[in-house]
């Protein structure tokens, strides 16, 4: 392609302007992958969510998820500001800058307090201080600083203003070591600032990586950092991993409805085949007849998202969903195999209760989704370059149809369309592997909290040989679940992981050197 045809490619990838072809939605939760013109499975390579099929005009675009919170009717008073970056800070080339921003609210700050520092993810920086109410409420009891920082190349904190994402070269300083370089100038700029002797990192999904390898890389800015939902190993773990933990969310909640959903996803291309794709569309209330062809794909994304968001309260993220999602998908699946008839009306049932459960829509549409904030065409970059998160499905540990994981093809599709070469070892080299890092030595000071309902736990911290490594596992949890808002739903045991960080976090503002002992007085008092 010549650099003329590149560049309208990027920009026909990348353009997320409200006036874009893309709509975008209030209060999301997503996590995109790229799932680019490879068809080698559903989830195909990168970091956090469910499968995203959008449409541009004629062109369509497939994503793989990312994760988010949904934003809460809960007012939250910040002041914004603006820190000058260097765009290369590993360089001596260029002395440009850009301004990160970031917000701030000094409310309950005390002096010599801590600062909550959030690692922002991929996405405007005010839909995440929108979604974390665990460090809004606690930081009335620390007297601390909180602040929410922007992630270079996401909402306004765009190194090259309008152009950031039309060249190669421009895109070249988009790393999340750039990123965890500007958290730490900023962190050090804010120690300075508020006269702050204590910085404690809070970050969930993709933002959750980023605090454990700030605490990691910089621990003389960083004293400790809340992980959530961070799958720091991802990239080294079993591909069909993800997939069955969502198998296994439905499976406890009913074998029978696990068998049923295996059943319906082997039935889908024969029933496709009988009925064609005008009858398939008309029969589930399809917007366009197209969409019969993704129509399985797209039920194996509305699944892994109901698992990621297996919450005991209604919520609004993509979609309305009630309490338990799971719990209610099931009640479509009541037999083990069913006849096709009964699997139309059973896949009617789960597409409409996903996508019109507060019956606002006409028709289903699998193929436009949006997302107000949320930075798919940065993240599609991305896990391009470095989060290369490897997926398949297995017929004997999950229920969808069987694919391979195919880093051949992955690589050419991330060529072909951005001119990039994943390097997809090098999240392990540059951070650690599950292997190298089972002792985490060196480290210290960080809690990493897992949903046992969240497929992303796979690729988790959930065991450690180092005392100061907390892994937190939270049986009834979902996706960051620990990091929401508290509420009269909770169960015990996300109630049980907020109350160990607050312990973590007063052992690591209150010690000038964060020894073993320390943590195991702390682990000691919350077993008490």
């Not at 790229?34 to 541009?56: D, E, K, N, Q």
């Not at 996803?265 to 007849?289: H, T, W, Y």
């Not at 490594?469 to 509420?487: C, K, Q, T, Y």
């Amino acid at each position: 392609l010549s650099f003329c045809l590149f560049e309208n490619c990027f920009l026909a990838v990348f353009d997320s302007s409200p006036s874009s072809c893309w709509s975008w939605v209030d209060r999301s939760l997503i996590v995109l992958f790229t799932a680019i013109s490879m068809r080698t499975s559903w989830l195909s390579v990168s970091a956090l969510g469910l499968l995203l099929v959008a449409s541009c005009g004629s062109n369509t675009l497939r994503y793989f998820p990312k994760s988010f919170l949904s934003a809460e009717d809960v007012p939250y008073v910040w002041e914004t500001k603006y820190f000058e970056q260097q765009i290369d800070h590993f360089g001596f080339a260029t002395n440009k800058t850009y301004q990160q921003r970031y917000l701030v609210n000094a409310e309950h700050y005390k002096k010599d307090g801590p600062i909550f520092f959030y690692t922002g993810n991929e996405g405007d920086i005010e839909l995440f201080a929108n979604n974390t109410g665990f460090m809004w409420e606690i930081a009335p009891e620390f007297g601390a600083l909180v602040i929410f920082a922007e992630h270079r190349y996401y909402g306004k904190s765009l190194p090259f203003g309008d152009s950031s994402y039309w060249t190669r070269e421009h895109l070249n300083f988009f790393t999340s070591e750039q990123a965890l370089a500007d958290f730490s100038v900023l962190g050090r700029f804010l120690k300075r600032e508020y006269s702050a002797k204590k910085l404690i990192a809070f970050g969930g999904s993709y933002g959750g990586m980023l605090t454990a390898w700030f605490r990691m890389k910089y621990p003389h800015v960083v004293d400790g950092g809340i992980a959530a939902s961070a799958p720091i190993f991802q990239g080294d773990t079993d591909c069909s991993a993800f997939s069955a933990v969502v198998t296994n969310d439905f499976n406890d909640v009913s074998s029978v409805c696990s068998a049923g959903i295996r059943h319906m996803f082997q039935r889908i291309p024969e029933i496709l085949k009988q009925m064609g794709n005008d009858s398939f569309a008309v029969r589930l209330k399809l917007c366009d007849v197209d969409m019969s062809k993704d129509f399985s794909d797209w039920l194996q994304g509305i699944l892994a998202y109901m698992a990621m968001v297996d919450y005991p309260y209604p919520a609004s993220f993509l979609e309305p969903l009630p309490a338990w999602p799971i719990k209610v998908a099931c009640t479509f699946f009541t037999k083990p195999s069913m006849t096709d008839t009964e699997l139309l009306e059973s896949m009617y049932k789960l597409s409409q209760f996903y996508q019109n459960y507060d019956d606002q829509v006409i028709c289903i549409n699998t193929t436009s989704f949006a997302f107000k904030g949320l930075g798919n065409s940065g993240w599609a970059y991305q896990s391009c370059t470095e989060m290369v998160f490897p997926s398949c499905n297995k017929p004997e540990t999950d229920f969808f149809p069987p694919t391979n994981w195919d880093l051949p093809g992955y690589i050419k599709s991330c060529e072909a369309q951005y001119h990039v070469r994943p390097r997809s070892d090098w999240l392990a080299t540059q951070y650690g592997s599950r292997e190298a890092m089972t002792s985490f030595s060196g480290h210290s000071n960080i809690a990493f909290s897992n949903g046992k309902l969240d497929p992303w736990s796979a690729g988790g911290v959930l065991k450690s040989d180092n005392p100061s490594i907390v892994p937190i596992l939270i049986e009834d949890g979902a996706h960051h679940f620990d990091l929401r808002h508290s509420n009269p739903a909770d169960p015990q045991s996300v109630m049980d992981a907020r109350k160990m960080h607050k312990t973590l976090i007063t052992t690591w503002i209150s010690q000038e050197g964060m020894g073993v002992a320390a943590i195991s007085a702390a682990l000691t008092r919350f077993g008490d």
